[in-house]
Nanobody
């Protein structure tokens, strides 16, 4: 049974940092592409960043460049998102998704499994 659990969210002031984690089990973690998506209130879920099993990354938001970094530790079955210089507009629920076809996409329908999300709130 595939399980995906996000953690690391919280309340932070603008300019602060957070590191999100996504721990997964029930499948061969190192063989799947993993991605972070986010969904703000009243908005659609949008892709943030992705990494394939071989470490190829894709970034989907211009606003994140230079601030967010995706990484994975296959030995720990964990995906990370380091977020620096956070802004109020980064406030959202952040979700981890996995794609068993092992390619990156900004489309959420390409991902087979999802976690429940972790809330990030950035105050001004």
């Amino acid at each position: 049974q595939v399980q995906v659990v996000e953690s690391g969210g919280g309340l932070v002031q603008a300019g602060g940092s957070l590191r999100l984690s996504c721990t997964a089990s029930g499948f061969t973690f190192e063989s799947y592409a993993m991605a972070w998506f986010r969904q703000a209130p009243g908005k659609e879920r949008e892709g943030v960043s992705c990494v394939t099993s071989s470490g190829v990354t894709g970034d989907y938001l211009d606003s994140m460049k230079g601030r967010f970094t995706i990484s994975r530790d296959n030995a720990k079955n964990t995906l990370y998102l380091q977020m620096n210089s956070l802004r109020p507009e980064d406030t959202a629920m952040y979700y981890c998704g996995l794609n068993d076809a092992d390619y990156c996409s900004s489309l959420q329908r390409r991902y087979n499994y999802w976690g429940q999300g972790t809330q990030v709130t950035v105050s001004s």
